[in-house]
């Protein structure tokens, strides 16, 4: 069974789209996250959520927008793809929210042309 | 700002070496410093950790080293073997605090 599942693997699209990422989760974790990896790695918090409550938002474009159903999912939705979009995202949970002991999903890389 | 720094960017190792890995960090409220494993195409691992109130932990041929009062702390992987090819993380956390905050990652390439 996996842990953290993201959907879909890749997602190639064209600038000016919207596009969506799930995250699912069944480790029963309160707190989630989405992290953007850039070409560089580096690994960038974008936003957390406890318990379906927004606990972190990052400075990132409002075109981003996270969405948590219940406290086993939550997905990222984007809005007017940009080039510098492309990117590799992952989503995470962990049990507490003070985010120590993260366990990742395997990553969306997202490609925009 | 980066307040986890981490060196070097890159790193390779002949098989059978030591790898050291150093991270060193700004804020004295952090009181958790995880190293994440990271392998290609795949999304980063808890691999070890310490707290502040230890100077070191070992975990099989991984250990973290840890110095406070120079606010730094560094992980070696004895007997390094191709397997461990991957980009390492340090990371650091508070307990009043909702986030890792991660350095920048090292690729660590080890050839047989």
């Known amino acids: 069974d996996t842990a953290v599942s993201q959907t879909p693997k890749y997602l190639v699209t064209q600038m000016g789209n919207d596009k969506s990422i799930k995250c699912e989760q069944n480790l029963g974790h309160d707190t989630m996250y989405w992290y953007k990896q850039d070409s560089k790695k580096f690994l960038k918090i974008m936003f957390s959520y406890n318990n379906k409550e927004l606990i972190i938002n990052e400075t990132v474009p409002n075109r981003f927008s996270p969405k948590s159903p219940d406290k086993a999912h939550l997905n990222l939705h984007i809005n007017s793809l940009e080039l510098g979009d492309s990117a590799v995202y992952f989503c995470?949970?962990?049990?507490?929210?003070?985010?120590?002991?993260?366990?990742f999903g395997p990553g969306t890389r997202l490609t925009v042309t | 700002q980066q307040q986890v720094k981490q060196s070097p960017q890159s790193l390779i190792v002949q098989k059978g070496g030591i790898s050291i890995i150093n991270c060193a960090y700004e804020n004295t409220a952090f009181d958790y410093f995880p190293w994440y494993q990271q392998f290609p195409g795949k999304g980063p691992a808890l691999l070890i950790a310490?707290?502040?109130?230890?100077s070191e932990k070992k975990e099989g041929r991984f250990t973290i080293s840890f110095n406070k009062s120079a606010k730094q702390f560094s992980l070696h992987i004895m007997d390094s073997q191709p397997g461990d090819s991957a980009t390492y993380f340090c990371?650091?956390?508070?307990?009043?605090?909702?986030?890792?905050?991660f350095g920048e990652g090292t690729q660590l390439t080890v050839n047989p």
């Open positions: 310490i707290r502040p109130d230890v």
């Open positions: 990371a650091a956390s508070k307990t009043s605090g909702s986030r890792l905050t």
């Open positions: 995470a949970s962990s049990q507490d929210h003070g985010g120590r002991r993260q366990y």
